[in-house]
């Protein structure tokens, strides 16, 4: 019994596993540095890993965790590229390759997912801004809110068209929604899952202020509190799940982000490639995540 235990001990101890960010974020964000101390005290050695260092072995770890990569928006190609190479890469390849495309959106709403209103303008089509309210203009391959503002069409009409042209120039699909003013009170809602199992939710403040204005970040600084979630935004992540392209138990971690509708909770995203997940807005979300890591080096 106890070379057994010692042997497991051993087996715990040799296992690596990539924190795998960018090259701005060399460190991580103060966020999921919390896992690498929660995974120590399993006998898991992390290391943050920019995914486009030169150099790095891949194969050389147990595990590499897609986390802080926020600067593949406009290298999309690479970036799928870099994931199909390395062989042990959580979440895989072929779910990164499909998240980081917003057009997942359809495939959801086709599966009956009460998603946000989407028009999608394609590069070379013509956009007429049309109708009141306010709208999202965003690029249909984006991380952290950058390139996505909000106008409202009674005064930026012009500013909304000009900014569709902009992201249509450098060759991107456009998402054009209407801006669902519940948001400014309610904020949004976040809900966090580790190997399909729910681990805790977060609210999130609006972050849509106006027209979008380029400043060189990462991502827009975001207002971030607990949230316990209703009764209809955790069935409606529960559907969700299920209409995903894989096994929901088969990714180490899954984000569902809601707004309100007068309908009800709608998604606005599914975030399975580098999200934020939160750890320090609740007790135990690091070490959930941690044991759910350590499951899957034991499966291995």
């Known amino acids: 019994m106890n070379q057994d235990h010692s042997f497991v001990n051993a087996t715990r101890a040799a296992a690596r596993v990539a924190l795998v960010t960018c090259a701005d974020l060399p460190d991580l964000d103060a966020d999921d540095r919390t896992l690498i101390p929660a995974l120590a005290a399993r006998g898991i050695a ?42 042990r890469l959580a979440n895989p390849a072929r779910v990164i390759e499909w998240n980081t495309d917003k057009r997942y959106l359809r495939e959801l709403a086709a599966a009956g997912i009460p998603i946000v209103p989407t028009t999608w303008v394609e590069p070379g089509d013509a956009f007429v801004p049309q109708g ?81 204005v380029e400043g060189g970040e990462l991502y827009q600084n975001e207002d971030i509190s607990p949230r316990t979630p209703s009764a209809q935004e955790r069935a409606l992540g529960d559907r969700v799940l299920e209409a995903l392209p894989v096994p929901a138990g088969d990714l180490l971690y899954t984000r569902v982000d809601l707004l309100p509708s007068p309908d009800g909770p709608v998604v606005i995203e599914v975030e399975l490639a580098e999200p934020s ?24």
Do not use: C
């Open 46 to 87: 992390a290391e943050p890993v920019a995914w486009d260092a030169p150099g790095i072995d891949w194969a050389g770890y147990d595990l590499a965790v897609v986390r802080n990569t926020w600067d593949y928006a406009k290298r999309r190609a690479e970036f799928v590229d870099w994931a199909r190479s390395v062989p």
């Open 132 to 212: 009141a309210g306010e709208i999202v203009v965003k690029p249909a391959v984006s991380a952290g809110s950058i390139d996505t503002g909000r106008y409202d069409l009674a005064t930026q009409a012009d500013l909304a068209a000009a900014a569709v042209r902009a992201l249509q120039a450098a060759g991107r699909l456009v998402m054009i929604q209407p801006y669902l003013g519940a948001v400014d009170t309610a904020g949004e809602t976040a809900l966090l899952y580790f190997g399909g199992e729910f681990s805790h939710a977060i609210r999130k403040g609006p972050i849509l202020t106006g027209p979008y």
């Open 277 to 300: 997940l939160f750890f320090t807005q609740t007790d135990g979300a690091a070490e959930r995540f941690a044991a759910e890591v350590e499951r899957r080096l034991a499966l291995r």
